[in-house]
């Protein structure tokens, strides 16, 4: 067997070294030629074929983060000489998880195998340890709910950490889904009480991971709980407490654009169903027990303890699924939309919060208006269940995304929820003039396409183009951008402007994958294990991915890879071959399994 080994590469940004590679690969049994083609690089066939022939090779190795783009041209070149098309193998970096620390050698075991003509997933599977059957999920928005629901379900016991007050996620902020323009909160609401209500489940709420040991199958976790400051058992959320509390903030899960006290409860149908302090704004707390306290004095059931203190836990389980989802990209960083400018320029979540029946106007879709604050004696703007209704709309899609100097990936679902917003307010204000504003209209799921004729039918207008601006003049929101499909530039006056902004990973995914020991991407999601054959595993056996946690994707692929997830840890249950970790697995190791493999 004569072997040549190629190194192409579409992305320049590659965490692997290679040269050091390239001369491993040099010192491997057979290997005749090793080059280095570059990024992008402009392959010509004629020669390509020629440095076959001359090698006389019969076995080609295209090593690279996506190696499948080059094979069409190494095919046509390989038949020219009369190479074997079936003996071009494929090394490729993104689908076997070369990144994070260990890039260098996994690049190096996945071209072994490739080399060898040995599939990586055969050789890629870690020992098999004793598996404790008690499994900790990390965040507790729908991939989180739906996981831990499917393994308690089968009888085995689930901790699940959440770090905010409530479960519910992102989800729970939702009006409706797409493209059935479902009750989001009929689908998730409950489910979040079965979680709230199931003796298999330890919920573990305003709860921080900060440590992991052990190895697969017996990890030994801490986690910080932050208090709550009121008794979960005790409280009837009767709200008396909120109701004298002086202190009002912003609300989190309204986006900011309604008010909460420093004693709340998230929203109506939270689980726990328990109001909790917001220490840092509570003046009680703040102020070392010398002023307030209403709301001590005024709880019927005495559950309020503002001297309650941080604890911590510790839990041993066998499996660790994450799920922490997303958050959006700081959308001041992108100025010319205008964004913390106009009162009117509005982010996706905010607009959700505002057409959805819980929101601050019980669902009427209104423009800002002014008042004075009393306390500031300040102009303020803020949304009235009074106000007036807009004429015309903006929605901007990929705001942050497919964009080199923010995110250069599709963030998935903006597309859908923007023609879903399209839908809501042709439906909730009569004759109103919606542009939608578009790059790609990427409708790929399961009755997607037919969702998007449905609005074109409704009389949205759809815009192809970039959006540059929106400014105001003489007290319109004015948006300039292209229309691609007639060739020219168009300026629009618009009344609101919502803008589809990226997703990116959420808060402290970085530090999560630190102590986890995984690795995440170039753009910050965790790492699979094989994005083709085995997305939701890790590097590390007996930690999986589910959800927005490792990529952009809709409620339904995050509800299908939560079950896959469960699924495979009921499996290490189950099966007796327990779990192991593939980062421990060395080179050496790797080329010793290959060659038995070949050898049969």
């Known amino acids: ?65 996506i190696p499948g783009y080059f094979k069409p041209l190494f095919t046509k070149a390989a038949a020219t000489v009369g190479c074997n098309p079936e003996e071009i193998w494929l090394a490729s970096y993104n689908e076997h998880g070369a990144s994070g620390e260990d890039a260098n050698e996994r690049a190096k075991a996945i071209i072994a195998c490739a080399t060898m003509g040995v599939p990586f997933s055969l050789v890629a599977v870690g020992g098999g340890n004793p598996v404790n059957h008690t499994t900790l999920v990390i965040g507790g928005g729908i991939a989180g709910i739906q996981a831990s629901l499917e393994i308690a379900n089968a009888g085995k016991l689930v901790y699940l950490v959440e770090q905010n007050g409530t479960i519910g996620g992102h989800m729970a902020m939702f009006d409706k889904t797409f493209p059935t323009l479902d009750c989001a909160a009929c689908i998730l609401t409950p489910k979040m009480v079965s979680v709230g209500q199931h003796e298999k489940i330890k919920l573990l709420t305003n709860s921080k991971v900060v440590s992991v040991s052990g190895k697969p199958g017996t990890y030994r ?29 912003p609300s989190e899960f309204d986006e900011g654009i309604s008010m909460r006290k420093a004693i709340y409860i998230p929203f109506p149908q939270a689980v726990p169903n328990s109001y909790l302090v917001d220490g840092e704004n509570c003046t009680y707390i703040q102020s070392a027990g010398q002023k307030c306290g209403v709301c001590i004095k005024k709880c019927p059931k005495e559950c309020i303890h503002l001297d309650e203190e941080e604890k911590t836990i510790d839990i041993e389980v066998g499996n660790i699924i994450i799920a922490t989802g997303y958050e959006l990209l700081d959308i001041r960083k992108i100025e010319q939309y205008g964004y913390g400018i106009y009162p009117n320029v509005l982010t996706s979540l905010e607009f959700e919060r505002l057409t959805n029946a819980s929101g601050s106007t019980g669902g009427r879709i209104v423009m800002k208006s002014k008042r004075i604050n009393k306390k500031t004696q300040e102009e303020e703007w803020y949304f009235s269940p009074e106000g007036i209704p807009p004429r015309n709309v903006a929605l901007i899609h990929c705001v942050g995304s497919r964009n080199k100097k923010y995110n250069r990936y599709c963030s998935r679902v903006c597309c859908m929820y923007s023609l879903k917003f399209a839908h809501l307010l042709k439906e909730k204000i009569p004759n109103v003039n919606v542009y939608e504003f578009y790059i790609d209209m990427r409708a790929f799921g399961k009755g997607y396409e037919e969702f998007a004729d449905r609005i074109r039918q409704e009389g949205t207008f759809i815009v192809r183009g970039h959006t540059a601006s929106v400014s105001m003049k003489d007290g319109e929101l004015i948006v300039k951008g292209e229309d691609i499909f007639h060739d020219r530039l168009v300026e629009f006056k618009v009344d609101m402007v919502i803008l589809a902004v990226g997703l990116v990973p959420a808060k402290g995914t970085e530090e999560l994958s630190r102590i986890l020991g995984i690795s995440r991407d170039r753009d910050g999601w965790l790492s699979e294990l094989d994005y083709n054959g085995n997305p939701t595993d890790t590097d590390r056996g007996g930690i999986y991915v589910a959800g927005m946690c490792q990529a952009p994707k809709d409620i339904p692929d995050t509800v299908a890879q939560a079950s896959a997830v469960a699924a495979g840890v009921l499996r290490s249950h189950t099966s007796g071959l327990g779990v192991g970790n593939l980062s421990s697995i060395s080179l050496t190791e790797f080329e010793k399994r290959a060659k038995n493999i070949k050898i049969k």
């Open 1 to 65: 067997m004569r072997i040549g080994i190629f190194f192409c590469q579409i992305d320049n940004g590659l965490k692997i070294n290679i040269d050091s590679v390239a001369k491993y690969a040099a010192n491997l049994q057979e290997v005749e030629i090793v080059q280095i083609l570059g990024v992008k690089p402009r392959i010509n066939i004629d020669q390509l074929a020629e440095t076959i022939k001359v090698n006389q090779l019969n076995r080609i190795v295209i090593a690279g983060d």
């Open 221 to 249: 976790v801490k986690i910080r709980q932050r208090p709550r400051y009121v008794d979960i058992e005790s409280c009837i959320a009767c709200g008396l407490c909120s109701e004298v509390c002086p202190v009002k903030v």
